[in-house]
């Protein structure tokens, strides 16, 4: 007899379904919290949580029993998801049941904040009927910008096309023939849509590339009057530039559901005009309390019953064994898309890896994965890991194609990807030194030898005296330390084009930056962030 507790409430759908699973007991335990919390997960084979509790390191540590924890909802940033992958727990979440909800609200807020429900009612309680003080503006015919087009965005999409708007929208991994087919002009970056729309919607992850997403200098390009809408992830929008954008008239609206701290009870914007408010309501409907409940039960019980392990967000459908012995080179293919993603320009269609030497008789697929992972996992708003990576992938239109030469090349085993996209190619290439050390061995034309961890600087420049002096120079102003460095050719003489990968201590600033890329002989220069050397996704640790 399996045996599950329930640690936060769930809808009578999904405990109904407990009732009936054969061979799975259940006990409800809300509230709990410290060792209490800890001593209660040692009697149980599976739990059931949604934000309400907190299963940090404590409330894990030394548990042998429990095998899967199941969040019933998408976040799981109450889950220590590294104790419990070190302990052999798998965590599962519910990525889809709250989709429509949060995009239904998403367009609730968008249309409250356009006919200026909330103060209109607001003067009615009043006693007043002032009908003129609340003049509004139509969807129809206005222009809608999605930034992020996973599943809450493609939702949001479809019911802005039904309310005739023209939709816009930008996401890194979004081709051009998937966006068409659903009736979405792609932009090449947010920058590029601000000029044209009346409204701005977000739907990612808070990263250091969406935080502060909309900033004051946002605010210079922007579409005078635009109105902005957030149901996503507190700090996507600058708080002050949204402030200074509705006192300034650049804005006419703003429409909050999340914030960087929460519960929020006071904020700046809370009663200025235009702005409407609600206390993170997207996934606060019966239907999606009950979907995430029945979800997460059907997770739990078939894989208590079935060992069937769906949305993992720290373990793949794969046994320890093979992870085991393919863990260097999923680490090379983790860290080769990881560098893509971050050095690529447009909107990927193609992606082909390719596989030589010794690691080409290995599970390629699963290496494939884990490089989808890499590529993925910055710009999502769910988890990314070896189990839903290609499939997330192909949701956005992206071919994925593999090829393998078992004959050995210039080293025993080496990974290859191309990366195509509507701008230009990109290639890198990886092998693993010993057991667990990833080099860097080829960018486009030129090879060359870069460790693939931490702040790298990655610059192309004229094959001329003093280019690496004149950069350690600049850093050296900026105490920038260097920690390593490798330059590659073009080819065999010099005189021609050449790259450097610099490996670098801390990021540097802006200022920096702007200093090298400002030397005649250097034509670009980029900051990749990559894992620390000992830094592994979950799914690998």
């Given at each position: 007899?399996?045996?599950?507790?329930?640690?936060?409430?769930l809808?009578?759908?999904?405990?109904?379904?407990?009732?009936?699973?054969?061979?799975?007991?259940?006990?409800?335990?809300t509230?709990?919290?410290?060792?209490?919390?800890?001593?209660?997960?040692?009697?149980?084979?599976?739990?059931?949580?949604?934000?309400?509790?907190?299963?940090?390191?404590?409330?894990?540590?030394?548990?042998?029993?429990?095998?899967?924890?199941?969040?019933?909802?998408?976040?799981?940033?109450?889950?220590?998801?590294?104790?419990?992958?070190?302990?052999?727990?798998?965590?599962?979440?519910?990525?889809?049941?709250?989709?429509?909800?949060?995009?239904?609200?998403?367009?609730?807020?968008?249309?409250?904040?356009?006919?200026?429900?909330?103060?209109?009612?607001?003067?009615l309680?009043?006693?007043?009927?002032?009908?003129?003080?609340?003049?509004?503006?139509?969807?129809?015919?206005?222009?809608?910008?999605?930034?992020?087009l996973?599943?809450?965005?493609?939702?949001?999409?479809?019911?802005?096309?039904?309310?005739?708007?023209?939709?816009?929208?930008?996401?890194?991994?979004?081709?051009?023939?998937?966006?068409?087919?659903?009736?979405?002009?792609?932009?090449?970056?947010?920058?590029?849509?601000l000029?044209?729309?009346?409204?701005?919607?977000?739907?990612?992850?808070l990263?250091?590339?969406?935080?502060?997403?909309?900033?004051?200098?946002?605010?210079?390009?922007?579409?005078?009057?635009?109105?902005?809408?957030?149901?996503?992830?507190?700090?996507?929008?600058?708080?002050?530039?949204?402030?200074?954008?509705?006192?300034?008239?650049?804005?006419?609206?703003?429409?909050?559901?999340?914030?960087?701290?929460?519960?929020?009870?006071?904020?700046?914007?809370?009663?200025?005009?235009?702005?409407?408010?609600?206390?993170?309501?997207?996934?606060?409907?019966?239907?999606?309390?009950?979907?995430?409940?029945?979800?997460?039960?059907?997770?739990?019980?078939?894989?208590?019953q079935?060992?069937?392990?769906?949305?993992?967000?720290?373990?793949?459908?794969?046994?320890?064994?093979?992870?085991?012995?393919?863990?260097?080179?999923?680490?090379?293919?983790?860290?080769?898309?990881?560098?893509?993603?971050?050095?690529h320009?447009?909107?990927?269609?193609?992606?082909?890896?390719?596989?030589?030497?010794?690691?080409?008789?290995?599970?390629?697929?699963?290496?494939?994965a884990?490089?989808?992972?890499?590529?993925?996992?910055?710009?999502?708003?769910?988890?990314?890991?070896?189990?839903?990576?290609?499939?997330?992938?192909?949701?956005?239109?992206i071919?994925?194609?593999?090829?393998?030469?078992?004959?050995?090349?210039?080293?025993?085993?080496?990974?290859?990807?191309?990366?195509?996209?509507?701008?230009?190619?990109?290639?890198?290439?990886?092998?693993?030194?010993?057991?667990?050390?990833?080099?860097?061995?080829?960018?486009?034309?030129?090879?060359?030898?870069?460790?693939?961890?931490?702040?790298?600087?990655?610059?192309?420049?004229?094959?001329?005296?003093?280019?690496?002096?004149?950069?350690?120079?600049?850093?050296?102003?900026?105490?920038?330390?260097?920690?390593?460095?490798?330059?590659?050719?073009?080819?065999?003489?010099?005189?021609?084009?050449?790259?450097?990968?610099?490996?670098?201590?801390?990021?540097?600033?802006n200022?920096?930056?702007?200093?090298?890329?400002?030397?005649?002989?250097?034509?670009?220069?980029?900051?990749?962030?990559?894992?620390?050397?000992?830094?592994?996704?979950?799914?690998?640790?």
């Amino acid at each position: 007899m399996h045996k599950v507790v329930v640690l936060d409430k769930l809808s009578p759908e999904g405990l109904a379904l407990l009732d009936a699973a054969e061979g799975v007991s259940y006990d409800v335990r809300t509230g709990l919290k410290g060792d209490d919390l800890r001593q209660v997960l040692l009697d149980y084979d599976g739990a059931i949580c949604r934000s309400g509790v907190k299963l940090d390191a404590k409330a894990l540590e030394g548990n042998q029993r429990l095998k899967a924890i199941v969040r019933a909802g998408v976040g799981t940033d109450n889950i220590d998801k590294t104790v419990a992958t070190r302990q052999g727990i798998i965590v599962m979440n519910t990525p889809t049941g709250n989709t429509l909800s949060t995009a239904e609200h998403a367009f609730a807020l968008m249309l409250a904040m356009s006919r200026n429900i909330a103060p209109a009612y607001q003067s009615l309680i009043e006693g007043r009927w002032d009908r003129g003080s609340y003049m509004g503006t139509q969807l129809a015919d206005k222009t809608l910008g999605i930034v992020g087009l996973g599943r809450i965005g493609r939702e949001v999409a479809s019911r802005a096309r039904a309310f005739k708007m023209r939709v816009i929208g930008y996401d890194p991994f979004m081709s051009d023939e998937r966006a068409t087919e659903m009736g979405i002009q792609l932009s090449p970056s947010v920058r590029d849509m601000l000029p044209s729309v009346d409204y701005l919607t977000v739907h990612t992850p808070l990263t250091p590339e969406t935080e502060n997403l909309i900033d004051m200098a946002e605010l210079e390009i922007i579409k005078p009057g635009a109105r902005l809408i957030n149901c996503a992830r507190g700090g996507i929008y600058n708080q002050d530039a949204m402030v200074a954008g509705l006192k300034s008239g650049r804005l006419a609206g703003i429409a909050l559901d999340v914030y960087p701290d929460e519960p929020c009870t006071q904020n700046d914007l809370f009663g200025m005009p235009g702005v409407v408010c609600t206390p993170h309501l997207g996934a606060s409907t019966e239907e999606a309390q009950t979907q995430v409940a029945i979800e997460g039960v059907q997770l739990l019980v078939n894989f208590l019953q079935h060992g069937e392990i769906r949305h993992a967000v720290n373990a793949a459908a794969v046994d320890p064994k093979t992870l085991h012995s393919l863990r260097g080179f999923l680490n090379v293919a983790h860290r080769l898309g990881r560098f893509l993603a971050q050095w690529h320009d447009g909107q990927p269609n193609k992606c082909r890896l390719f596989y030589r030497g010794d690691v080409a008789t290995k599970d390629v697929k699963l290496l494939t994965a884990a490089f989808c992972a890499g590529l993925l996992e910055r710009a999502m708003n769910e988890p990314v890991n070896i189990v839903n990576a290609e499939v997330l992938m192909h949701e956005r239109g992206i071919e994925v194609s593999t090829e393998c030469d078992p004959e050995q090349g210039a080293f025993r085993s080496s990974i290859r990807a191309d990366l195509v996209t509507d701008k230009d190619s990109y290639t890198v290439a990886g092998t693993l030194f010993g057991n667990d050390m990833p080099r860097l061995v080829r960018l486009g034309e030129y090879r060359l030898e870069a460790y693939m961890d931490g702040v790298l600087l990655v610059f192309s420049h004229s094959d001329v005296p003093g280019i690496i002096g004149n950069v350690g120079t600049v850093f050296g102003k900026h105490q920038v330390n260097i920690a390593q460095m490798t330059v590659g050719r073009a080819g065999a003489a010099p005189g021609g084009n050449a790259i450097g990968v610099l490996n670098l201590d801390s990021a540097p600033s802006n200022v920096a930056l702007d200093e090298v890329r400002n030397h005649p002989h250097i034509q670009s220069a980029e900051v990749i962030e990559m894992p620390r050397a000992d830094d592994l996704p979950a799914w690998l640790q």
